[in-house]
């Protein structure tokens, strides 16, 4: 009950700040302050969202199929490289600086080559996915596992816990916390990266649905496709926060306060 | 064979001109020099020391995370120098996982020590009930106060099978009323249910009123300075600060502990 009202009083004030700005946009395109074949109307947009509703929907299946499936493997693969950096000696300071290094190459370099080995299909844009969603995971993750506190650690080796159980018991769970900060990130990142791999020569998905409406000079069809993106990137990114909210129970309420 | 004899004598701990040093191949400065002790089974035997004197060092060659330079550890007369696993632990600041509940916690400790699953939550659901905090039992650690945390702390080590349990400054970060209470409340469990205890503390008034013997620290390195035998039957309480016999005692600990303070400046 209490959190419900917490929530509400937490969610009206952006709530009332995007109906303003909306309202905005709306008085600015009408009254024609801009042309609406650069920037149509907000009511406009949704009127064609209507219109190909069916559409629409088909190529959303198509992108949340993507964004699901290389936000959850590059995540579970961000996740697994985090155990085994920390659970190999010597293994973290050797690849760290190969991880980073990976990031640092532009994802529009790595999709042709993708494309160049694997073609059209699904699995390069899902690896493409991968690339981005595992660092932020990893990075996170790896910072939980090496943290609990020297007490803590102290403490169960006094009482002759093994390295495995130490794993189980102590470091993984309290990485769970940072992993979900590393969660948050990707999932922000997993949506965009999508559409920016379906602009890689498919024709179905959001991101090719938003390039073509735009290159046909729809504008308020291409802005509908981008309504949609905004509203699954926010669904996605309060899926994990819930999820969080599930699984960190412990937690003391300031820290669920700072969201 | 020998280890044999020594658990018929029903000796708990054994530490045998024990050496330590840090720093690069050992060749850092000596923290433990020499260091001989031991400890009956069922008695509770109290270390006072400088701080920064190895006292921790100690434990940690005691609980297996330390290999001594030289010298061996017994408990329960076998051998287990550098071994883990053969003690248990009471640190001083609570160390319970803030993702456990209080029984969970417990339950951890128990079922690492070697007790079964279901002989564990048993175990744990009794004694919570015996030391009133039963309706804590599903909370988790940040709800409790200081006290009650180390009295789950305790407890933690009290139901591990392990027969020697190492308290390091158990009551350090408690305020002064918060100690007294907490000791007058270990002691009384502690002497319905005798186990072998090793007890740092800083207190020497703790140190009289819990332990069957104390043994005064030197320090850089560490030895075994004077060992006190403390003459005072149990039960006991807090009368005891009237006995004279406590003042003299506390008086000699105390010079001894000063002139170390001052060979050492
Ligand atoms: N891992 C270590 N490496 C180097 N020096 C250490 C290490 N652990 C303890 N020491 C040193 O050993 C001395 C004793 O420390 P400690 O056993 O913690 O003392 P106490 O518990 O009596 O306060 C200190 O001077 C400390 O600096
Ligand atoms: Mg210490």
Redesign the interface.
Known sequence: MASKKGFLAKAWPPIAVLAGLLACWQAAVTLGGVADWLLPSPLAIVQEAARVWPRLMEHTEATVRLTLAGFAGGSAAGFVLAALLHLIPGLRTGAYPLLVLSQNVPVIAIAPILTMLLGYGFLPKVLLLMVVCFFPVTVATLGGLSSPDPQLRHYFQMIGIGKWQMFWRVELPHAIVHLFSGLKISASYSVLSAIVAEWLGTNKGLGAFMLLSFKGFMPDRGYAAVFVIVALSLALFGLVVLAERCFIRWQPEKEAGKE | MNGHLEALGREALRVQGVRKSFGKRGAGKEVLGGLSLTVADGEFVSIVGPSGSGKTTL??VI???ERPSEGDVRIGGKLTTGE??????M?Q?S?L????TVAGNIE??LA??GVDRRAAKEKTNEWLERIGLQEYADA?P?VLSGGMLQRVSFLRALL?PQRLM?LDEPFGALDALTRLQMQQWLMSIWEQNRRSVLLVTHSIEEALLLSDRILVLSSSPAVVREEFTVPFGRPRSEALWTDPRFNELKQRIYGLLKADMEEGE
């Open positions: 434990f940690k609980g297996g995370l883990r696993g053969h003690i248990s632990y640190p600041q160390a996982l803030p993702w456990l951890l400790s690492i020590s988790y940040r591990a190492l």
